[in-house]
């Protein structure tokens, strides 16, 4: 199917892990991209090309990919990391984000 | 400094047009895709098109709720890309806001603060 599927939440008490899936038949061909949006601010960048980190991304941000999923994971998430985050992939003439998840830390 | 800087959203009644635009600076503008991305109150980020680098032809793609409505442009000597709206409805009131692609990091490495559109009568 060519869309990306997220949960539309995620909550964990701070110093835990957070993981938050997207999934699509298209994660299996094509990069995945991962954005963090806080409220009234633009996304940032957070993971690249499936599972790499933008400088300036600190390292608990780590993202994975197996078969049609793809995951971004928050090690010992922290307070101000509670934003919505989007999955995102790109075909040739095709854009999609996946329909974000709220990320709830405390 | 990368900087993406969105402008021209307002309020416009239904039926009427408006044009973005999208001025870039800090980085050499010619060599990057332009994707626009909107974002409605209380929803998602959702995709709405991009116009390539000349280096790739410089040509469109749009998403198919906006497809024969919208139109992407680009002046390149300008830094600027431009977002044209036509026939504009209720439900294109959204944040806009410019990303570019085609980076090293890939798509979406430095986006613009939005410009809003609201559609009212």
């Known amino acids: 199917s060519y869309e990306l599927t997220q949960p539309s939440s995620v909550s964990v008490s701070p110093g835990q892990t957070a993981r938050i899936t997207c999934s699509g038949d298209v994660v299996a061909k094509r990069y995945t991209q991962w954005f963090q949006q806080k409220p009234g601010q633009a996304p940032v960048l957070v993971i690249y090309k499936d599972s790499e980190r933008p400088s300036g991304i600190p390292e608990r941000f780590s993202g994975s990919s197996s078969g049609t999923t793809v995951t971004l994971t928050i090690s010992g998430a922290q307070v101000e990391d509670e934003a919505d985050y989007y999955c995102?992939?790109?075909?040739?003439?095709?854009?999609?984000f996946g329909g974000g998840t709220k990320l709830t830390v405390l | 400094e990368v900087k993406l800087v969105e402008s021209g959203g307002g309020l416009v009644q239904p039926g009427r047009s408006l044009r973005l635009s999208c001025t870039g600076s800090?980085?050499?503008?010619?060599?990057?895709?332009i994707y626009w991305v909107r974002q409605a109150p209380g929803k998602g980020l959702e995709w709405v098109g991009f116009?390539?680098?000349?280096?790739?032809?410089?040509?469109?793609e749009y998403a198919a709720s906006v497809k024969g409505n919208f139109s992407i442009s680009r002046n390149d000597s300008k830094r600027i890309a431009y977002l044209q709206m036509n026939s504009l409805k209720t439900e294109d009131t959204a944040v806009y806001f410019c990303?570019?692609?085609?980076?090293?990091?890939?798509?979406?490495?430095?986006w613009g603060q939005g410009t809003l559109v609201t559609v009212s009568p």
């Open positions: 800090g980085f050499i503008f010619g060599d990057y895709a």
């Open positions: 995102y992939s790109a075909a040739l003439n095709n854009v999609l």
């Open positions: 116009i390539r680098s000349q280096a790739y032809g410089g040509t469109t």
């Open positions: 990303t570019r692609g085609g980076g090293d990091y890939g798509d979406g490495d430095f």
